[in-house]
């Protein structure tokens, strides 16, 4: 993607709004294949509800957490999720232990033999030491990785499958769900976004670059409004200042819907709780989460 300096952007702002208020103009935007093009790319965040993201409806079913929302299932520190995007479905982590996993599937009726690609979000040991046993189990499948990862955790899955190394500036899985690349940051780390019918879905593992950064990237590269932010925030430990200031960012950016779990922390999730009111989504082992209507 180009980057554009702040002042050009400032300059062009009005001649891109005016061209987008214009139905037929803004229709001529979009590539035949109805994604944006490189024009689209210029935009300001949009925080308003739109029409952009027609079609997709995505289904995000957890099956490792530290938190559970059903009693019966095994609750663990770590994440998996299971997403189902127009008919897609890809495994979005691991967890760390396979019969963890493998029970909480079973008890939610997931084949996981289902999985067309599994994503892994970054390589600490709670999101991807089920991946071995489970690559052993299922077969080979597409396993999404950053070339930033350790070698090591790159050629234990070279061993196993075919990689698909992710550009920094991301890839598309299907048309309409993609892998934002490297966030950035010490740790690296990338995060699902879906374009569902009600706006940008978000899905994270652990957020270590920074949850807003990653929100704000998928707002940027692929035309908001945000609906969802659903997985790990990485928030133990902040002073409640920063989260009420990350909350205020979410809300700027036009956030409807969060989702926080895994390793957001207590008080964060409480804080997004009481802010948030009717758009927390209470999510664990067992949540399944629906947004978009839909292919
Ligand atoms: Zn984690
Ligand atoms: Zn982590």
């Known amino acids: 993607m180009t980057l554009i300096p702040r002042t050009l952007f400032r300059a062009v702002l009005p001649a891109v709004v005016a061209l987008l208020a214009a139905p037929p103009l803004h229709a001529a935007l979009e590539r035949a294949d109805g994604r944006p093009s490189a024009a689209d790319s210029t935009d300001p965040i949009r925080t308003e509800r739109t029409d952009r993201h027609q079609a997709g409806s995505i289904e995000i079913t957890v099956l490792f957490d530290n938190y559970a929302v059903e009693q019966e299932l095994v609750t663990a520190w770590g994440f998996a999720a299971l997403v189902r995007f127009n008919g897609h479905a890809v495994l979005f982590d691991t967890g760390f232990d396979e019969d963890i996993l493998l029970a909480n599937a079973n008890a939610l009726g997931v084949d996981l033999a289902g999985i067309e690609a599994i994503v892994i979000s970054h390589a600490h040991s709670d999101h991807v030491d089920a991946l071995p046993p489970l690559l052993g189990r299922i ?64 899905l994270t593992g652990c957020a270590h670059p920074g949850i807003l950064r990653i929100v704000r990237l998928a707002a940027e590269r692929y035309g908001g409004p945000i609906h969802l932010v659903m997985g790990g925030y990485h928030l133990g430990g902040q002073p409640m200042s ?50 978009g209507r839909g292919r």
Do not use: W
Not at 148 to 159: G, K, L, N, W, Y
Not at 254 to 274: K, M, Q
């Open 139 to 202: 077969g080979p499948r597409p396993v999404y990785l950053l070339e930033a990862f350790p070698i090591s955790f790159r050629e234990m899955v070279s061993q196993r499958c075919e990689p698909v190394m992710v550009p920094d500036a991301g890839i598309d899985l299907f048309e309409g769900l993609h892998l934002t690349g490297n966030a950035g940051g010490s740790i690296p780390e990338q995060a699902l976004v879906a374009e569902s019918s009600e706006g940008l879905v978000v």
């Open 242 to 291: 920063s989260i009420e200031e990350l909350i205020e960012g979410f809300r700027e950016l036009g956030v409807a819907l969060v989702a926080p779990t895994h390793c957001t922390g207590d008080e964060a999730i409480a804080a997004f709780r009481e802010a948030y009111g009717d758009g927390f989504v209470k999510v664990g082992v067992g949540a399944v989460v629906r947004a």
